[in-house]
């Protein structure tokens, strides 16, 4: 039993990582709205993120600094990653929303649906 | 010349042919002694490698690497041989017959018939000349979609319905059937040359062997068995020239030599004839034999009949190479020049019929004989060849291909062939008997023959133009068909006297003598 | 000593000349910058084969750091013959932007056009040619991003649609491989392929690897429109302007599968034995059906570049089928197909670009009479459709011939017999367009003149011609991709 609330409570960012990342995907796939879908994605991104962020952390470790008094410190890498990733997601939103102010330009709205009637109107 | 020059000049000068017609397309006068003057020099070409290869030499050459162990590579042999020259001589023939008829009849891009003919003749010299499968199947394709601008010349509906027959069946079989046979074979052989004995031969068992010889022999689809023989009825919209040339000679032949090649050179005689369910090859052919010379009977329009008559001839040689025993291999090989000379006639005949007397249908034809006598004369001469009298060419390839048959102790099939012979003359001879005997009746069957046909091009007569042949006497096609109809008549009587000159040729291939 | 710098020119070229096309903001200069810079990918391009195939795989250390802790570009066989599909496709496709892109998109902000165009280039260039996971994460999303970018400059409203669907799907696929990456990196502790491979290896069986090698596929097949993820595709080609359909439709799904081959035969090579083997009947499956649907879907197309669209999801499974093999001839077929498929379906939309600049659509109703109006157009039209269904004599042919070939091998023959009667479905809607163009009168608004500009028809042909080139000379594709697919197998030459 204690196992089990360990494996539980212990992997805790694990369960986060899993529980945003199905959160952001049902909501590009359910949502009509074109902004609501980019939060979506934005939110789906943000789960990769955090697992990355994870498995760069070792238990009881500092930031990476160099010196004398550090010998345990979290591994860099990942951050480093992700802050890549982090700024690929941004230009991806950007980009996103730029679409969508076009879009609203062009029919009017930003409702899936409605557009898609539109479009198979003529 | 050398004779691996010859090789490849007997498809470069089509070729270039097509170019220098290209350019005079302003000129027709010029473009149409080009094209004369094309067909010519490929005859003389492919003339200049007969010593050779009667002498037993086999000229190649490889054009270039196409896959590793894949050359696209040219090889003269005798039943190519042979081809090229039936095919390549009677271009010739057929070129002047086309300005009579394509001007005669008012043919609309005659500059694009002419390249399409050439570029069609060019690849007819490939599948002749293929050393190897592969090259054989490049050529092929590059037949089937060369004759399609041909097949489709008027651009209207009923030629476009014609063309998805045409193209559909051809390039399905051909892509569906016979590229799996070929690479099943290269996968099983590791080559793809032509080899005398045959390339399976000791490579593969009973089963596999069956089912090869399946996916070849309909994978063929010129070869016309039934039943994919479809295409070659539809491919009769095309003007008569092309279904003289290509739908009576080079294109079906090609099937039909390809299906003598692959059961030579691919599987071997000796193989097919050791297997034990080999028959059912045999057995198609004959049906297709029998009911296409049924169905020509029941075909009022005459080019309809000639092309079931064509179904059922193109059977006569499949049968004989299916017997796989030498004098059937020969009597298929004479069999595919034999009934080029017979059938070409026959399709001059009927283009010079719609050209002058513009009818198409059978049942409009009462009395045209004494009008148009020269025409019907030939289109006996030809009848004859395609039935198999004396003297005309036919007479010696049917022989042979009973003597065959008689050689593989099947006589089932002896009497299939006479059978067939008596149903040729059933539905050959009445056209000219009716041309000949029956009284013309011009104001009744000119408003019949619309009533019959009014979508074929050649009904566009008036009642009262058939009124005014039947008063003036005499009224025959342009000179330039009557020529060529004289020339490929003679030419059935001269094959009688010189079949023994296409047997020597032969006999290397046929393991006789 | 530039010679030993090629591998990072390669992508610096196109990268660093992407904002200069920006800065000097004229029209025709930016085009010309463009066009420089694509020239200079090719030459690169050729120049990289050359060295890989004198002296073997090229080890780039980006900044002199060594792998695996550096950044890695590595030029073997497979990334040298990709890199000289999508540099040749570029530097074709550009003469003919010139009159396509001021036709299609207006005068304003041109320059803008190019700049996305240089960086589509520099992200499909950099994803053939690193050796870091992550580092082809960036250039992916390079490529991506820019070339929603270019999809939504078509003319009609529903570019904008497209490219945002594009981009929503293109997101996911893009964040799985991260995701995939990310167990990787958690479970090996290293980022470099190579290094990958042999970290890989030691641990047998290991189920993140088994996820992330999930992830990793499913993100990937997103990104090359492996049916059923192609959603995005068909309406992203139709809608994009003409020259970046060509270019796209040649170039970025066969990079994408590219990155598919890398991570599959390189990466995971060793699981290949260790219950991943499903996988590739997987991909058979996927790819039957990718072969069959959308063949069929594209028969019932009436814009052509939807139907061209269509037809390149079905070519895409043929790749795929090749991949599922699993034997140097199926991989072989695979990459020559890579090619060969590139020349003739850029061609193809090159053609339909013409069509586009002359009769402003490319609806089947408005092609009637091409063969008469536009007669050079028309016959590339033709040229390529008898590429796609494989005729001899074209580059088609070659790949159908490499993939029955492999089936045969591997001795599965309803697989054969199903390649075979797709190509007649591929028969049906080249047909189609044939007819339209060749038996239906041409209407009497056409304008004058003899089909179109130079500067669009030699590109166009240019591509054809390659088509029916190597159709007929296979030492370089053949050759290449041999040598390619036995490396990735792991083969001794």
New interface residues.
């Given amino acids: 039993m204690s196992d089990l609330i360990n494996t539980v409570l212990g992997l805790y960012n694990y369960w986060i990582v899993i529980f945003l990342m199905m959160c952001g995907?049902y909501i590009?796939v359910a949502h009509d709205n074109?902004i609501k879908?980019l939060v979506g994605?934005n939110i789906?991104?943000a789960s990769?993120f955090v697992?990355?962020i994870t498995?760069g952390k070792v238990s009881g470790g500092t930031a990476p600094i160099l010196g004398e008094a550090f010998h345990v410190y979290s591994n860099p890498?990942?951050h480093v990653?992700i802050l890549?990733?982090i700024v690929?997601g941004v230009?991806?939103t950007a980009?996103?929303l730029a679409?969508?102010v076009?879009?609203n330009e062009?029919?009017g709205t930003i409702e899936d649906d409605e557009?898609h009637s539109q479009?198979d109107e003529p | 010349m050398s004779p691996e020059l010859a090789l490849a000049f007997s498809i470069g000068i089509p070729l270039i042919g097509t170019l220098f017609i290209a350019l005079n397309a302003q000129y027709p006068n010029l473009r149409e002694a080009v094209t004369l003057l094309t067909a010519s020099c490929l005859f003389l070409t492919v003339l200049s490698l007969l010593p050779q290869v009667s002498a037993g030499d086999r000229p190649s050459l490889v054009m270039l690497e196409m896959m590793p162990g894949l050359p696209l590579a040219l090889k003269a042999e005798p039943l190519g041989m042979l081809f090229a020259l039936v095919a390549s001589g009677l271009w010739i023939v057929t070129s002047i017959y086309s300005i009579g008829y394509m001007r005669g009849h008012g043919e609309q891009n005659q500059t694009r018939f002419y390249v399409c003919f050439a570029v069609a003749l060019s690849s007819t010299m490939g599948i002749c000349f293929a050393g190897n499968m592969l090259t054989l199947f490049v050529f092929y394709e590059a037949l089937t979609l060369s004759t399609y601008p041909l097949v489709t010349h008027h651009g209207d509906d009923e030629s476009r319905r014609a063309g998805r027959v045409y193209l559909g069946i051809l390039i399905s079989t051909s892509i569906g059937f016979l590229l799996l046979a070929t690479l099943w074979t290269w996968v099983i052989a590791g080559t793809l040359d032509f080899t005398p004995g045959g390339i399976l031969a000791g490579k593969a068992d009973g089963p596999v062997i069956g089912l090869l010889l399946f996916l070849y022999m309909f994978g063929i689809g010129k070869a016309a068995l039934m039943p994919i023989h479809r295409w070659l009825p539809a491919a009769m919209v095309a003007p008569t020239p092309v279904s003289a040339l290509l739908h009576a000679v080079a294109v079906v032949k090609a099937g039909v030599f390809t299906v003598v090649k692959v059961i030579v050179y691919i599987f071997g005689t000796d193989t097919l004839a050791n297997m034990t369910q080999d028959d059912w090859l045999s057995w198609v052919a004959a049906f297709t034999l029998v009911t296409a010379s049924i169905i020509a009977m029941t075909k009022d329009n005459l080019k309809t009949r000639l092309a079931y008559s064509t179904v059922s001839q193109l059977s006569y040689i499949i049968l004989g190479a299916s017997l796989a025993t030498g004098l059937g291999i020969v009597g298929s090989g004479m069999h595919i020049a034999m009934h080029a000379f017979g059938k070409i006639t026959l399709f001059f005949c009927a283009g010079a019929i719609m050209v002058a007397a513009h009818r198409t249908e059978i049942s409009q034809m009462d009395g045209l004989g004494r009008i148009m006598p020269f025409t019907f004369f030939a289109f006996l001469i030809g009848s004859l060849s395609v039935i198999g009298l004396p003297p005309l060419g036919g007479a010696w390839s049917k022989w042979y291909l009973m003597l065959g048959a008689a050689e593989a102790d099947k006589i089932v099939f002896v009497v299939i062939l006479m059978i067939s012979s008596l149903l040729n003359v059933a539905y050959l001879l009445p056209v000219v008997a009716r041309g000949f005997f029956a009284r013309a009746r011009p104001d009744a069957h000119g408003a019949e023959g619309h009533a019959h046909a009014p979508a074929s091009a050649g009904a566009a007569a008036t009642p009262g133009e058939h009124r005014g042949h039947a008063e003036g006497g005499i009224h025959e096609a342009p000179a330039c068909c009557l020529i060529a109809m004289a020339v490929t008549s003679a030419g059935c009587v001269l094959l009688f006297f010189y079949a023994e000159r296409i047997v020597d040729l032969l006999a290397p291939i046929a393991g006789i003598r | 000593m530039i010679a030993a710098h090629l591998p990072a020119l390669q992508v610096v070229v196109p990268l660093i000349l992407a904002p200069a096309c920006m800065l000097v903001r004229l029209r025709d200069a930016a085009w010309g910058v463009a066009l420089a810079a694509s020239w200079a990918s090719l030459a690169i391009a050729w120049l990289l084969l050359q060295q890989v195939l004198a002296s073997g795989p090229i080890s780039y250390h980006l900044g002199n750091w060594a792998p695996p802790i550096g950044i890695e570009y590595r030029v073997d066989e497979l990334s040298a013959f990709v890199l000289l599909i999508v540099s040749g496709i570029g530097a074709v496709v550009m003469p003919f932007a010139r009159e396509s892109v001021r036709a299609e998109f207006g005068t304003r902000r041109v320059y803008m056009f190019y700049t996305c165009y240089l960086l589509c280039l520099t992200g499909l260039l950099g994803i053939a040619i690193t050796g870091d996971a992550f580092n082809l994460f960036v250039f992916l999303e390079i490529s991506s991003l820019s070339s929603y970018v270019l999809i939504a400059m078509g003319r009609n409203r529903r570019a904008l649609t497209a490219s945002y669907q594009y981009l929503v799907m293109g997101t996911i696929g893009a964040t799985f491989y991260v995701i995939g990456i990310g167990l990787l990196y958690a479970e090996t502790g290293t980022l470099n392929m190579a290094d990958l491979a042999s970290r890989i290896a030691e641990q047998p069986g290991s189920r993140s690897i088994g996820v992330a090698f999930g992830f990793i596929v499913i993100g990937l097949s997103l990104k090359l429109a492996l049916f059923p993820l192609h959603l995005w595709l068909p309406n992203a080609y139709t809608y994009a302007p003409s020259m970046v359909s060509a270019f796209l439709a040649a170039t970025a799904t066969k990079v994408a599968l590219y990155a598919l081959l890398r991570m599959v035969y390189t990466v995971f090579e060793s699981d290949l034995t260790l219950g991943l083997v499903p996988m590739y009947a997987m991909f058979l499956g996927l790819a039957l059906f990718a072969m069959f649907a959308a063949s069929t879907v594209a028969i019932f197309q009436n814009n052509l570049k939807r139907m061209l669209a269509y037809s390149s999801v079905a070519q895409i499974g043929y790749m795929i089928l090749g991949l599922s093999y699993i034997n140097v001839t199926g991989l072989t077929a695979t990459i020559v197909h890579m090619f060969n498929h590139a020349m003739i379906k850029g061609g193809m939309f090159l053609a339909l670009g013409c069509c586009m600049y002359r009769l402003g659509s490319v609806h089947i109703r408005d092609l009637a009479g091409l063969g008469r109006t536009m007669p050079l157009t028309a016959a590339a039209l033709v040229a390529g459709g008898l590429g796609l269904i494989g005729v001899p004599l074209t580059a088609g042919f070659i790949s159908k011939w490499y993939l029955v070939l492999g089936a045969i091998e591997r001795g599965w023959w309803p697989v054969a017999v199903l390649i075979m009667l797709s190509s007649l479905l591929a028969v049906a809607y080249v047909w189609r367009m044939v007819e339209a163009m060749y038996f239906t009168p041409p209407p009497e608004t056409v304008p004058e003149g003899m089909d179109t500009r130079l500067s669009m028809l030699i590109p166009t042909w240019v591509l054809i011609g390659a088509s029916l080139y190597f159709g007929v000379q296979t030492e370089l594709t053949v050759g290449v991709a041999r040598d390619a697919a036995t490396a990735l197998l792991g083969m001794p030459r």
């Fill in positions: 995907f590009v074109l879908k994605l789906f991104q990769v697992l990355y498995f890498l990942p990653l890549t990733a690929v230009a991806t980009l996103g679409l969508v076009r879009i062009a029919y557009i479009d």
